[in-house]
């Protein structure tokens, strides 16, 4: 499935702290914590000071990922995630917010963090 400039603007426009809450309570409900949602948002590229002012200033996925200091492995998240192959989204930014939900995705359904973690 290829994303339309309107889906990419769309999740541009996205505030990132009208998604966290859905995040914390997906992989709650999987018996996985918030410390461990923070150590895979961490790995892609924020800290947790840094995130806290993000979801406070209320600020959308463009301006959050422009904080975002990739990891270098960022590349390997690989796969489907909400019907979209991430490996051939062209848009950086959708992209990347992608990858985010792809990692939350893995780790709500159990996956090791190792593997989460690409290492």
């Not at 406070?56 to 796969?79: C, M, Q, R, S, W």
């Amino acid at each position: 499935m290829k994303t339309t400039p309107q889906h990419n603007e769309k999740i541009a426009k996205m505030t990132f702290s009208s998604v966290y809450p859905h995040y914390i309570t997906k992989v709650e409900s999987k018996g996985r914590t918030i410390e461990e949602l923070h150590q895979v948002i961490e790995w892609l590229g924020f800290d947790t000071q840094k995130l806290r002012e993000l979801i406070d200033e209320k600020v959308t996925f463009e301006t959050f990922f422009d904080y975002a200091e990739l990891n270098p492995n960022a590349h390997l998240i690989t796969g489907v995630i909400c019907g979209y192959r991430i490996e051939e989204i062209e848009n950086h930014l959708t992209k990347q917010a992608r990858y985010l939900d792809k990692l939350v995705d893995e780790l709500a359904k159990g996956r090791k963090m190792e593997k989460i973690l690409r290492q």
